[in-house]
């Protein structure tokens, strides 16, 4: 007895597998782009607002391409008047040094409500308590990722579902 089996019809999927690699990069940027608009927003809520709010307002989500793949950046980009990016100063804290207590002057009367020359002076006093200790770190951040989790983890899912679909020919599976 012989069995003969002919497989057809699956030009098509053949086809489809040809595009795989701009199905899965363009399903890989809306993934990241959906996971920016879960996590950014998260982020900004647990941002310390500080005297300007700059640190909470300069929050973005960046998608970045790089050679082999994408990846999701968020930035914290506030600087101070002087340029320096102070958000990872925040969150990390800093070692023992001097700012220069202009700076701090903001803050003061912001957050303390001091004004004047009073607070050029708790400006200064604040600026020698750094320089002797630093200061301590903010970890505001930590639990971005494992608070988001399955929110990012239904959008992966639900984008692979749209890369099996799209390739298998079934579009909106």
């Known amino acids: 007895m012989e069995f003969l089996w002919e497989a057809k019809g699956h030009e098509k999927l053949v086809e489809n597998l040809k595009a795989a690699p701009e199905v899965i990069a363009l399903h890989l940027n809306r993934a990241l ?13 647990r941002t310390p607002v500080g005297a300007t709010h700059h640190l909470r307002n300069y ?3 960046q998608i970045q391409i790089l050679a082999d793949g994408q990846q999701l950046e968020i930035r914290q980009a ?4 002087k340029g320096f990016p102070y958000g990872v100063a925040v969150r990390e804290g800093t070692r023992p040094h001097f700012p220069p207590y202009r700076e701090l002057i903001p803050w003061v009367n912001a957050v303390l409500g001091i004004q004047g020359k009073r607070a050029n002076s708790v400006a200064f006093l604040i600026a020698r308590k750094i320089s002797k200790y630093g200061s301590q770190p903010n970890p505001y951040h930590g639990d971005l990722i494992s608070a988001n989790q399955s929110a990012i983890q239904s959008i992966v899912d639900d984008e692979g ?11 909106g599976a």
């Open 33 to 45: 782009r959906k996971a920016s608009h879960v996590l950014v927003p998260y982020l900004k809520t």
């Open 59 to 61: 929050t973005v989500g």
């Open 78 to 81: 506030a600087q101070s008047r």
């Open 161 to 171: 579902v749209q890369i099996l679909g799209q390739l298998s020919g079934k579009a």
